[in-house]
């Protein structure tokens, strides 16, 4: 039984450049949520989604944007970046919303 | 906003020795959970309690939920290096809409042989 699995692992982007990060949930979960990590901090709430839709958003700006598919996997993409969302991303998935498990991270580097 | 505090911060004992961890809110949980996370990796769900008073145990890992649903600790008895990492809470607040997990600033715990 697969765990979530995030791709890529790491990547490397410019100031201004956007990204995409991707998320396939466990198996028989339906909610996918997103979480920002910086250095030395705990994960922050980015936003969920359930069926196909955004179902509960965090404290981040527009340029944050998500996509569910109707397998469930889930995609993040962030516009216009700046040095500050350097950062380890986490997909979590759940059932129910009440334990989400988490994939590995993509660690992502804006230069 | 509605925080949620770990402490201590940082925690370097010997292998052998016992320690709790403790995690606090000004509001109540609906529920909460503790993670372990090892550098570069993600979070690794270790239980979830859900109702005040709770106390489950995992091998040598004592897990509580405050009878208020407000606080936490983790107690790990005769500590070993294994147990190393980042020790973080996290709690769904009760009330509509709250499927977001909110998260501790975690606890680095180091056991040294």
């Known amino acids: 039984d697969a765990g979530v699995t995030q791709s890529p692992t790491h990547l490397i982007k410019t100031r201004g450049q956007q990204v995409t990060l991707r998320c396939s949930p466990k198996?028989?979960?339906?909610?996918v949520s997103w979480y920002q990590q910086a250095l030395g901090q705990g994960p922050q709430f980015i936003f969920q989604?359930?069926?196909?839709?955004?179902?509960q958003r965090g404290n981040f700006p527009d340029r944050f944007s998500g996509h569910q598919f109707p397998n469930y996997s889930s995609e993040l993409n962030v516009n216009a970046l700046l040095l500050g969302d350097s950062a380890l991303y986490l997909c979590a998935s759940s059932l129910t919303g009440l334990q989400q498990y988490f994939g590995p991270g993509t660690r992502l580097t804006v230069t | 906003t509605q925080l949620l505090e770990q402490s201590p911060q940082f925690l370097s004992i010997q292998e052998g020795e016992n320690l709790t961890v403790y995690c606090n809110s000004s509001?109540?949980?609906?529920?909460l959970q503790w993670y372990r996370q090892e550098p570069g990796e993600g979070p690794v769900l270790l239980v979830t309690v859900v109702t005040g008073g709770e106390v489950k145990k995992l091998k040598r890992l004592t897990f509580q939920f405050g009878d208020a649903r407000k606080d936490s600790s983790l107690h790990i008895t005769a500590a070993q290096p294994g147990d190393t990492g980042l020790y973080l809470c996290a709690g769904h607040y009760s009330g509509a809409g709250s499927y977001q997990l909110t998260f501790g600033k975690g606890t680095k715990l180091s056991v040294i042989p």
């Open positions: 989604y359930y069926e196909e839709e955004e179902r």
């Open positions: 509001s109540v949980f609906s529920s």
């Open positions: 198996s028989g979960h339906d909610t």
